[in-house]
């Protein structure tokens, strides 16, 4: 029951970290390509959707939180019913949007500032 419950988060987090770059595609596509340009762009483009996958997978398949099923506990035992399945899939898919929305704002923010860089850069430029 657990290396389901194992499995079944796993792919949860796959695929919420799967829609999440695909929803955000565009915008990543769009900042980079303004801020280093389409030929490092490509690169930076598959590192962060690389990056969107392991943050939201290892933010909603929480190992340690699923290590209580299989420690055994004889004085409190831990039941794994369709009440906690549910339980632990919200937790996987709340942890996964929690994980990658932080990392995006992360991105965003720098992405943010080197944007503000660039356009101080082509500023001079313009005037000449």
């Known amino acids: 029951m657990f290396v389901s419950l194992l499995l079944a988060t796993l792919v949860l987090a796959a695929f919420c970290s799967f829609l ?11 900042t980079l390509d303004r801020i280093v340009g389409s030929e490092f762009g490509a690169a930076w483009k598959r590192y962060l959707t690389f990056a969107i996958y392991v943050v939201g997978i290892s933010g ?10 299989i420690t055994p506990d004889p004085e409190n035992p831990i039941i794994l019913n369709a009440d906690r399945w549910i339980l632990e899939l919200y937790r996987t898919l709340i ?3 929690q994980g990658v929305a932080w990392m995006l ?24």
Do not use: N, Q
């Open 105 to 128: 704002l992360v991105f965003f923010a720098f992405a943010l500032v080197a944007y503000v860089i660039v356009r101080r850069g082509e500023k001079p430029a313009a005037d000449a």
């Open 95 to 97: 942890g996964t949007i």
């Open 20 to 30: 999440i770059a695909y929803f955000f595609r565009g915008s990543i596509d769009r």
């Open 60 to 69: 909603g398949v929480r190992v340690w939180d699923l290590e209580k099923y």
